[in-house]
């Protein structure tokens, strides 16, 4: 399971969302600085309105959806690549985890202290963004002292080299190391350091419950910045979605409704967290259990298979595929198969985002 770190400043609302996102967490959040020290895990279903419509169709008893780990990392500061505020633990922290949830401050309460003391979104993105720079820096040039040793004799090491400085040249120009092109032999190359700023971003505009319809100023300047990285930008309101948890799920469509949304921003953050890390789902579905399987873009059918067991794809024959929708369409497996819609794909096959499978296999 890939997990997704929850990053900002201290006091932005990173463990209000957590708690939501997870429903059921324990992160405590306080209205002081470091509340969180040791990382806050919980993992969470992945919004999927397919699944109810195949366990319809398959009268399915069980429902299984697509899960993603959420982190709650503890707020940075200002120093922190220096060991500020615990600043090397909290670093320490985002190096394992596989995509950023960046939560930036888009609203005004006087009773929730900014450590800056005002609000302002690029400032705090500014922040945050230089420490992982200034991190990745360190981490790059410890490495790069023995790489130059090896390259004598070495050409692996040399290509490393160069890959190296070319990393540090776009660091030292304010860019994020994802933001530098690299061919598949270099990219093999770095990711051992687990580069912070080579990480996915998502950053989530964290408003008032006033603003969660339509933003702010302050989310078109986040949404400015974002569009220079190629990042996604996300309107979510922490505050929202703690009021939620505690209402029946039947009263939550009428105050999202009264707030002018249809859902809340926490399901298109996780979604869209989802399809960050480069996920898809194929489904597997029967009078037992509908199940959404998580795989990797751009996985063959066997490799699919080998996710529910390694066994299944050792032994792989064969996949009998359908896409969602057709099935949809026809309303069942049978009918499906009866205006043949149903494929026979073999091991060369690239499973396809919302595929329904059903795998042949030796044991």
């Given at each position: 399971?890939?997990?997704?770190g929850?990053?900002?400043l201290?006091?932005?609302?990173?463990s209000t969302l957590?708690n939501?996102v997870?429903a059921?967490?324990?992160?405590?959040?306080a209205?002081f600085?470091?509340?969180?020290?040791e990382?806050?895990?919980g993992?969470?279903?992945?919004?999927d309105?397919?699944?109810?419509?195949?366990a319809?169709?398959?009268?399915?008893v069980?429902?299984?959806?697509a899960?993603v780990e959420f982190v709650d990392?503890?707020?940075?500061?200002?120093?922190?690549?220096q060991g500020?505020?615990l600043?090397?633990q909290f670093?320490?922290?985002?190096?394992?985890?596989?995509?950023?949830?960046?939560?930036v401050?888009?609203?005004?309460n006087?009773?929730?202290?900014?450590?800056a003391?005002?609000?302002?979104?690029m400032?705090?993105?500014?922040?945050i963004?230089?420490e992982?720079v200034?991190s990745?820096?360190?981490?790059i040039?410890?490495?790069?002292?023995?790489a130059?040793k090896?390259?004598?004799?070495?050409?692996?090491?040399?290509?490393?080299?160069a890959t190296l400085?070319t990393?540090?040249?776009a660091?030292?120009a304010g860019?994020?190391?994802?933001?530098?092109?690299l061919?598949?032999e270099?990219?093999?190359?770095?990711?051992?350091?687990?580069l912070?700023?080579?990480k996915?971003?998502?950053?989530a505009a964290?408003v008032?419950?006033?603003d969660?319809a339509?933003?702010?100023?302050?989310v078109?300047?986040?949404r400015e910045?974002?569009?220079?990285e190629n990042?996604q930008v996300?309107?979510?309101s922490?505050?929202v979605?703690?009021e939620?948890?505690?209402?029946p799920?039947?009263?939550r469509?009428e105050?999202?409704?009264?707030?002018?949304?249809?859902e809340g921003?926490?399901?298109?953050?996780?979604r869209a967290t989802?399809?960050?890390?480069?996920?898809?789902?194929?489904?597997?579905?029967?009078?037992?259990?509908t199940?959404?399987?998580?795989?990797?873009?751009?996985?063959?059918a066997p490799?699919a298979a080998?996710?529910?067991h390694?066994?299944f794809?050792?032994?792989?024959i064969r996949?009998?595929t359908?896409?969602?929708d057709d099935?949809?369409?026809t309303?069942?497996m049978?009918?499906?198969k009866?205006?043949?819609?149903?494929?026979?794909e073999?091991k060369?096959?690239t499973?396809?985002?919302?595929?329904?499978?059903?795998?042949?296999?030796?044991?």
């Open positions: 399971m890939l997990r997704a929850i990053v900002g201290p006091n932005v609302g990173k957590f939501a997870v059921n967490a324990k992160a405590q959040a209205n600085p470091f509340c969180t020290i990382p806050n895990v993992v969470v279903a992945v919004p309105d397919r699944l109810p419509v195949l319809k169709i398959s009268e399915s069980d429902v299984v959806p899960r990392i503890a707020g940075l500061v200002k120093g922190a690549s500020e505020g600043g090397n670093l320490a922290n985002i190096r394992e985890v596989d995509a950023i949830v960046h939560v401050r888009c609203f005004e006087d009773d929730i202290i900014h450590v003391g005002s609000i302002d979104p400032r705090d993105i500014d922040i963004n230089l992982l200034l990745d820096l360190a981490q040039e410890r490495r790069i002292e023995r130059r090896m390259a004598k004799t070495s050409k692996e090491a040399q290509a490393e080299v400085e990393l540090i040249t660091l030292n860019k994020q190391a994802r933001q530098v092109n061919t598949e270099e990219e093999l190359l770095v990711k051992p350091l687990g912070l700023t080579r996915p971003v998502i950053y964290n008032s419950e006033d969660l339509s933003g702010n100023e302050w078109e300047k986040v910045f974002a569009a220079q990042a996300v309107i979510v922490a505050q979605e703690s939620l948890i505690d209402l799920e039947e009263d469509a105050f999202l409704e009264s707030l002018g949304v249809e921003g926490l399901k298109s953050l996780i989802y399809q960050l890390l480069g996920l898809r789902t194929y489904f597997t579905t029967g009078p037992k259990e199940r959404a399987w998580t795989i990797h873009a751009g996985m063959s490799q080998g996710v529910i390694t066994d794809e050792r032994g792989f996949a009998e359908v896409a969602y099935l949809v369409t309303g069942s049978n009918a499906a009866e205006k043949g819609l149903v494929r026979s073999g060369d096959y499973v396809q985002e919302g595929d329904v499978m059903l795998f042949r296999f030796n044991v």
